[in-house]
């Protein structure tokens, strides 16, 4: 095949891409040596668009063993164990084959986990999808959920929290953010960095088929018409076979044989041999005839390009190869010695004796393109002056009933009961609650994880909506009770060639990254989605934060439902009424304008740092976030989880009961304490400078607001519950 | 007491087990599927899991390993087999125990909190137990029990239902069976009793931290029965 | 040669699955089904040439692994 | 009538449940075996008696709800 210029479009580059990569070689790349150059320049692979920004995101803590970068981060959680985690997206596969897309996503951020010799004790996922409307959705949604279970459970990992939401901006383009947690002892953590000469580099796992061949690229691409042309590269997971190849890696893993280990993910074989070469400067030299081939005739170009899944690559030390051999073997599993390492700093491949790509590691990686792109800041939108004439037609039980069962409020149990969340015998926090919780296996030690994304006030005002989402993360680990200790985050963007779109990214980042840094909860893994979007129109901004923290002693754990009458609630931090991009102002009063709620980042801190400190003290029965929907969907969701009931005290507030019960000021947490803690509580928060508000007594059955509005338990559970089931159920 | 806890590919709920018998105080080994000898045991137990992916049809696969034919032996002999959820499948498929575990009615998998009542306490599984309705969990896409016309009149002339899915009273009824079981089946036995599969995971509730305690009562009544 | 077999669930065999398909198709507007039932397919790509022993392996082969007889019938539908 | 349909993966797409089959089929003894591949069978009885009809109609399903013809290919293999 002849490579030109048309031919380097039709992989996706640019013209002056093609030309940089004429003059980097100093001639024309033959086919392989192009589809190797479009696989590790899009942006996908290269974060051309992105990495400009990302550098600026606070990476480094007293905990962070390992930062971007590499296939996961690491914390340090003391006693020699290390967390490993990591987010990433399988969006566009997922729109087109919702079971096989979702479950290869999985498998694929289960496999970056495990490459760093962790073994996955727990996964996440962020879901998100059109209308409830959208004649799409249901399936998609079902699709997403089977295939998700369909992975998770069959590795025996227990699937421990999530999120999921509904906006029409995702009808075209749905996505699917999936998050794994892995436990490592700290002096056997894997890199990918090569090292030394003329060691084998070793092939095992699935074989390789003609799946996903230009995968990266697909999601570098935006959907138009033509998605159809784009089918053929989805792949079909087969989670037994990642089954055996997480137990033979961590096989191989227990003895000392390794010297640098990579799944192969996104451009399969390409990027793996590539950034194992190029983080241990140096070159690798493959024959391709060696790499197992699933299909007859397999051209070279197909086998560096292939996304088959369940595949690694390693680089082993001299004469072990027979060893580990003996373990894959026992598993079932392909093992190949496929080359060597050299010092070359060449990737060189061979096949049928002849040499089919020679190209230096540097050029892929260190001289691919880097963009600054142009982006549009977004202005803070003005507040909405709201008429409260209006609320005197509301009552208050049916805007609760409403808000209850909103698709975005409601019980997500039907998705998570689908997921197999207590393998392992490690789960002490369920789905359901503000993080999911499992202990360390065999130690005093639990791990709590979050991931949370509010698309609406990132589309609002990005800057703010960046801050608000790491707090949020923040706040749903604090209130189990666990110390915050890093995050990952998935980027879901549009377009960032679309000035608006690109804009959205930079801001949100540039939120991300201040608040992460002043709450001292570095980034320490993540991935960039781009072009989620259909024809010109990008989805709302949507990152979404998977946050992980530290519980020392597991039976410290808080969680969120009521547990005995008398005791009283508190809300800590302050209600200011603030209602634009509320819950409560789009869905009920149908205002889809103004500002999201603003961010301080010194009351969040201090806020969450005291509840830390109460919890330390026991002092805290049960407790949880406020978040949309205000107060009173938060405690809502407490009385349903401890089926009790809360008598709510009249504030001493001068704003409006609804604005009181419904806004979405940040920085809150409601908390249940006994009568007798309160003086001491009080103390503490006084002390602090915490503000709180005396929100009511725990009663036995109904939830009571005001003298004309009651609630029983029964009715808010059937609020809660049904609008979901009864959606999936016809 | 001595058990062991045999490993097919795809297993995973084999630790979990292998944490449970020996908190209770078994001496318990991991035997490979491959191997062909099972160690000397008092209790063999196939663990959860997705022996072969659950390819083909649950517990299929691994109904044909090499250590089966040890298995069948020693149960044959009389041993205590007890397969839990795949386990269960893959005793059933072997011929072990009587039925097959189609897909859950509603088609889809199911991990939560359910009530079993015990049927049979003339075994050494449930006898002496102090509960006659234990809360246990389930997690499985495959746990709908059903067999023939006659086979379920033997199986209930015989005896042989262990468990039935219930309320938290007792009451066997629709609303109560999470999977569509015939007659809420949720365990059975070998005509001898000596065999015993359940789709319950009684190993996932052996901690006051975790979904529940029942587990724990289950598992020291076993061996104590067992001695 | 390549052999085909279809295996499908007995009759008396609750098949949900394929009850939910024709739900389904039914709210899409297929509306004069009467029944949808689903089954298994396999190709099995054997060395053996002649048909009557390939296919009497295949038999063996369904007997022994690919159905369970308590709920599912077998039959081998094409030889190529 | 009855129309019966085949769906295959496509001729490239991996196979999980064939491949593990064909290897069990392999220790169990059946050692000749060049590949296994798993697919789905469908019977659907429709109203319609007209077999080219019939056809079309369960064409027009397989296209829209049974098959992901992104990874998957249909054939009707009978009517009666
Ligand atoms: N896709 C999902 N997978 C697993 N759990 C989920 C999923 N979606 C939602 N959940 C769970 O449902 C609960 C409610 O989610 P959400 O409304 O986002 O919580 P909150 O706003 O209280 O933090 C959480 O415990 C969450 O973990
Ligand atoms: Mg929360």
């Known amino acids: 095949m002849i490579v030109n210029e048309q031919l380097a479009i039709d992989h996706g580059l640019k013209k002056d891409e093609y030309k940089k990569i004429c003059d980097l070689l100093k001639r024309i790349p033959n086919i392989t040596e192009l589809g190797i150059f479009s696989a590790m320049w899009n942006e996908h692979c290269s974060y051309k668009s992105s990495r400009f920004h990302l550098k600026n995101l606070p990476t480094k803590g007293k905990n962070v063993i390992q930062g971007p970068g590499e296939n996961a981060g690491v914390i340090d959680i003391g006693d020699n164990d290390a967390i490993v985690f990591k987010i990433e997206s399988h969006n566009h596969p997922s729109f087109i084959e919702p079971y096989q897309g979702a479950a290869t996503g999985v498998g694929g951020i289960m496999r970056d986990v495990f490459t760093m010799g962790a073994r996955p004790i727990a996964n996440l996922n962020s879901i998100h999808f059109g209308s409830p409307q959208h004649k799409k959705t249901k399936n998609l949604l079902r699709g997403v959920v089977h295939g998700i279970g369909g992975y998770g459970n069959c590795m025996g990992v227990p699937t421990i929290a999530g999120q999921t939401s509904f906006d029409e901006s995702y009808n075209g383009n749905i996505l699917v953010n999936a998050m794994t947690l892995g436990h490592v002892k700290k002096d056997k953590i894997f890199y990918s960095k090569a090292a030394g000469l003329g060691k084998p580099v070793i092939y095992v796992g699935s074989k390789t088929g003609r799946d996903g061949i230009h995968g990266a690229s697909m999601a570098s691409a935006s959907f138009d018409d033509k998605i159809e042309e784009k089918k053929p590269t989805v792949q079909v997971g087969d989670p037994f076979t990642e089954k055996l190849l997480l137990e033979a890696c961590l096989e191989l893993m227990a003895g000392d044989s390794i010297i640098a280990i990579q799944d192969m993910g996104a451009a399969g074989l390409t990027s793996s041999s590539i950034e194992m070469a190029s983080k241990g400067n140096l070159g690798i030299e493959i024959n391709l005839n060696k790499v197992p081939c699933r299909e007859a005739k397999m051209t070279p170009y197909e086998i560096m390009l292939s996304e088959s899944q369940e595949r690694m690559l390693i680089v082993l030390e001299n004469g072990k190869e027979e060893m580990a051999k003996k373990i894959f073997d026992k598993w079932n599993l392909d093992f190949a010695v496929i080359g060597k390492t050299t010092k070359s700093k060449k990737i060189e491949l061979y096949f049928d004796e002849e040499k089919v790509a020679d190209i230096p590691v540097n050029t892929l990686v260190e001289n691919s393109p880097m963009y600054n792109r142009k982006w549009k800041k977004a202005k803070l939108p003005k507040k909405i002056k709201i008429e409260k004439e209006q609320f005197k037609t509301l009552k208050v039980q049916n805007v609760l009933n409403k808000i209850l069962s909103n698709p975005n409020v409601c019980s997500k149990e039907w998705i998570w009961q689908q997921y197999d969340h207590t393998v392992m015998g490690d789960t002490i926090q369920k789905p359901g609650g503000d993080a999911g919780v499992v202990r360390v296996h065999g130690t005093n030690k639990a791990v709590a994880a979050s991931v949370d994304s509010s698309a609406v006030y990132c589309w609002a005002h990005p800057l703010s909506g960046g801050k608000q989402i790491v707090c949020e993360s923040w706040r749903n680990l604090i209130s189990v009770g666990a110390k915050p200790i890093a995050i990952t985050n998935c980027l879901n963007f549009g377009s960032p060639e679309n000035e608006e779109n690109m804009g959205e990214f930079v801001e949100c980042v540039q939120g991300l990254g201040e608040a992460s840094s002043y709450l001292d909860f570095p980034v320490v893994s993540g991935n960039v989605s781009f072009y989620n979007q259909t024809k010109d129109i990008g989805i709302k901004p949507t990152p979404s934060i998977g946050g992980v923290g530290l519980i020392k002693d597991y039976k410290n754990m808080v969680t969120m439902g009521l547990k005995a009458s008398d005791n009283i609630i508190l809300v800590i931090g302050k209600t200011e009424g603030h209602l634009d991009q509320s819950l409560f102002a789009r869905d009920i009063l149908n205002e889809k304008n103004g500002p999201p709620p603003e961010i301080n980042l010194f009351n969040e801190k201090n806020n969450g740092d005291t509840i830390l400190k109460l919890i330390d003290k026991k002092f805290i029965k049960s407790a949880h976030d406020v978040s949309l929907g205000g107060i009173i969907t938060a405690l809502s969701k407490m009385c349903i989880k401890g089926k009790k009931g809360v008598t709510l005290k009249k504030p001493n507030y001068l704003i409006n009961q609804f604005e009181y019960l419904f806004s979405e000021d940040q920085g809150r947490y409601i908390i249940e304490i006994s009568i007798e803690d309160l003086e001491n509580v009080t103390k503490i928060l006084q002390e602090n400078s915490v503000h709180f508000d005396e929100l009511g007594t725990v009663n036995d059955d109904n939830l009571i607001i005001d003298d004309k509005t009651k609630v029983s338990i029964d009715d808010l559970i059937k609020s809660h519950t049904t609008w979901l089931i009864n959606y999936m159920g016809n | ?227 | 040669m390549k052999i085909s077999v279809v295996i499908t669930l007995k009759k008396d065999v609750l098949d949900p699955q394929g009850k939910v398909i024709h739900q389904t198709l039914d709210g899409m507007g297929f509306e004069d089904i009467n029944e949808v039932r689903q089954g298994k397919y396999f190709e099995i790509d054997t060395k053996e040439n002649d048909k009557k022993k390939a296919e009497a392996k295949v038999d063996e082969m369904c007997k022994k692994l690919l159905t369970n007889l308590v709920i599912e019938d077998f039959k081998i539908i094409g030889s190529q």
């Open chain 2, 1 to 227: 007491m001595h058990s062991s806890v045999i490993t097919f590919p795809g297993s995973n709920c084999d630790r979990d087990v292998d944490v449970a018998l020996k908190k209770f105080g078994f001496k318990n080994k991991m035997v490979w599927h491959d191997d062909v000898e099972l160690p000397k045991s008092d209790l063999v137990v196939l663990p959860g899991g997705f022996s072969y992916g659950d390819y083909l049809r649950c517990g299929s696969m691994a109904s044909k390993s090499k250590i089966m034919k040890s298995v069948l032996n020693f149960a044959q002999g009389g041993g205590k087999v007890m397969g839990i959820c795949n386990g269960f499948q893959i005793l059933v498929e072997s011929g072990l125990l009587p039925g097959v575990l189609l897909r859950n009615k509603y088609l889809e998998f199911i991990c939560k909190n359910v009530f079993v009542k015990v049927n049979n306490k003339d075994n050494s599984y449930f006898k002496d137990d102090k509960k006659d309705i234990y809360e246990f969990h389930i997690a499985h896409n495959e746990g709908n029990y059903f067999c023939s016309n006659e086979q379920i009149k033997e199986i209930n002339d015989n005896n042989q239902i262990a468990l039935f899915y219930s309320d938290e009273n007792g009451n066997i009824n629709e609303q109560s069976n999470p999977n569509g079981s015939l007659q809420n089946i949720a365990g059975v036995f070998n005509k001898q009793k000596n065999v015993l599969g359940m789709m319950p995971h009684p190993e996932r509730m052996i901690d006051p931290a975790l979904s529940g305690e029942d587990g724990s009562i289950f598992f020291e009544n076993l061996i104590n029965n067992l001695k």
